[in-house]
């Protein structure tokens, strides 16, 4: 922000949704052209580096040096459910009001 013009809180807002802005370039699932709240943002972004990190975990040269490593082999991860379908999800919905989208 510039100078002392502007009050801490209002710097401090600009800074996050530069930060928010910031997110939606990088995260490609994220629609580009629809309006996305700042919670589905942060699901996108989890979801993302969930993903990534599961891309990089099944990667075959890491596999190879894991069997290498562990001839008997790993427990398969368990397939995790991504937040942005827990939260889209109609059926699985049992929010009182009042409950955070965050809380299921």
Not at 4 to 9: D, L, Q
Not at 30 to 35: A, D, G
Not at 44 to 65: F, N, S
């Amino acid at each position: 922000c510039k100078g002392g013009e502007e009050p801490a809180a209002l710097c401090l807002q600009c800074d996050m949704n530069d930060c928010y802005s910031r997110l939606r370039k990088l995260v490609p699932t994220i629609p580009p052209n629809k309006r996305v709240s700042k919670v589905e943002i942060l699901q996108h972004v989890i979801d993302y580096i969930l993903d990534l990190q599961l891309a990089l975990e099944t990667h075959p040269a890491l596999l190879r040096q894991q069997q290498q490593q562990h001839p008997a082999g790993c427990p398969a991860a368990t397939p995790r459910t991504p937040l942005t379908a827990l939260n889209t999800d109609p059926a699985g919905s049992v929010n009182k009001p009042g409950d955070s989208i965050l809380c299921r």
